[in-house]
């Protein structure tokens, strides 16, 4: 699935947010036990000729990802250059490794520990002494075989390494039309039970798996990445910087203009702990209910913190209004006490008709300024733009239908106090 062909940029990374945690399924991590929302098989895509994918919805760590990107060209895969280069996005892998040892888990690790090896109490500890001895990083400091190494020196059966990025480069220049141009850190020999000890497997399997390089007929580089598992709200925002980078880096030594970076998920979540801070970077998160007061709507009405009554001015939606205020009353009391009615909305209206006027008028006397004053008129435009695939705004923006949800989303910002 591609998250919104109209959409662009930040935009898709936003509609991912909003996919999972409308359609997200919940699972457990299988370390931490956190409880986590996750969707299966996703897919967004950034025009790298139309600028760089930075996210400015939230903080991006734009020097850690450079470092980092130069660490795994490099064919590195020891902490200490980076931690040098005050960048700490790994300390807590090569950490891990250590303090298990430490505890004697494995006992040809635990061997390789000095007596001033175990005074060591605490990570911050751990990374001073990777800084400052260099005896010590080149063994606790090591990661095992991940991106990097996997990138540069694979290794092979028959002894020998291979150097997967060299050997991309050199067919980007002779055949750079060809389709097996894919470089892998999936390596089985090193993941999980598949490796022959824990020592010799990767300290993390690799999340980004593999990527594949694509050039068109217009001289355009394109690079899609399949990321198996994806924290979509610490990691994929660092994902998208660092592949987008990586694509221009190869368009850059091939000679070619920067395409596009696909990025292409397997699980792609939120964890439960992130849940607060991934809604701070919206103004708004609406989930669209059904017009039934089915468990879709009440489990919805659970997780907001305000209800928006969309009232087609009809008499059968006055009786239905009034079973949805009950029902949230109830929601209030039982499940979600900080539930309230943001506002009613009235729609598809037509000021021609007397019944129209008449509920406008029932809702304004009974409600008062829980009323938007904006009207959703009936328009026709606002009806074909679903069967087109596009919202109101991209399917006739001029359209009297576009124009009041553009006025509703003015005053919604008003009343709130964030108009610009």
């Known amino acids: 699935m591609k998250i919104n062909d109209y959409r662009e940029g930040e935009y898709q990374y936003l509609d991912l947010l909003r996919d999972i945690l409308e359609n997200g399924h919940e699972k457990k991590e299988f370390n931490s036990g956190i409880t986590l929302k996750s969707v299966f098989g996703r897919q967004t895509r950034y ?66 520990l000095t007596k001033d090896d175990r005074k060591i109490k605490t990570q911050e500890e751990f990374i001073q002494k990777i800084k400052e001895n260099k005896k010590f990083a080149y063994r606790w400091g090591e990661l095992g075989p991940i991106y990097g190494r996997q990138w540069r020196k694979w290794e092979t059966s028959d002894g020998r390494t291979i150097d997967q990025i060299a050997w991309a480069i050199a067919k980007l220049k002779k055949t750079p039309t060809r389709k097996h141009i ?23 399997p690799p999340c980004h798996s593999f990527f594949q390089i694509n050039v068109n007929d217009k001289n355009e580089l394109s ?6 598992s994806s924290d979509v709200f610490l990691g994929v925002p660092f994902n998208i910087a660092s592949y987008a980078l990586l694509t ?19 699980d792609v979540h939120i964890y439960g702990n992130h849940m607060d801070q991934v809604k701070e970077q919206y103004d708004y998160i609406f989930i669209d209910c059904p017009p039934a007061l089915n468990m879709l709507t009440i489990n919805a ?13 009809e008499y059968y939606a006055l009786e239905g209004l009034t079973a949805l205020l009950q029902t949230i009353e109830k ?26 006027n008449q509920v406008s008028a029932q809702l304004l006397e009974h409600f008062g300024d829980k009323v938007y004053r904006t009207i959703i008129p009936r328009n026709i435009r606002l009806a074909e733009a679903p069967s087109h695939g596009l919202p109101a705004l991209k399917y006739d923006r001029a359209s009297s239908g576009a124009m009041a949800y553009l006025a509703l989303a003015g005053e919604m910002l008003n009343r709130a106090g964030k108009a610009a």
């Open 47 to 112: 025009d790298l000729s139309k600028g760089f994918p930075l996210l400015t919805t939230k903080k991006v760590f734009l020097r850690g990802i450079i470092e980092e990107l130069l660490w795994f060209l490099q064919g590195n895969s020891n902490i200490k250059y980076l931690v040098d280069r005050n960048v700490h996005i790994w300390d807590e892998w090569a950490y891990k490794r250590f303090t298990e040892a430490l505890s004697s888990k494995f006992k040809t690790q635990s061997s390789k």
């Open 248 to 266: 221009m880096m190869f368009a850059h030594v091939g000679g070619f203009k920067p395409g596009e970076f696909v990025h292409t998920f397997g």
């Open 331 to 356: 929601i209030r009391k039982f499940l979600n006490p900080r539930l309230k009615v943001e506002g009613l909305l009235r729609t598809m209206y037509d000021p021609r008709n007397n019944l129209a």
């Open 182 to 204: 894919m470089i892998a850190a999936w390596n089985p020999e090193f993941v999980y039970e598949m490796a022959a000890s824990r020592e010799k497997s990767v300290v993390l």
């Open 223 to 228: 690079l899609q990445l399949y990321q198996r």
């Open 301 to 313: 009405m659970v997780a907001a913190d305000a209800v928006m009554i969309p009232m087609q001015c």
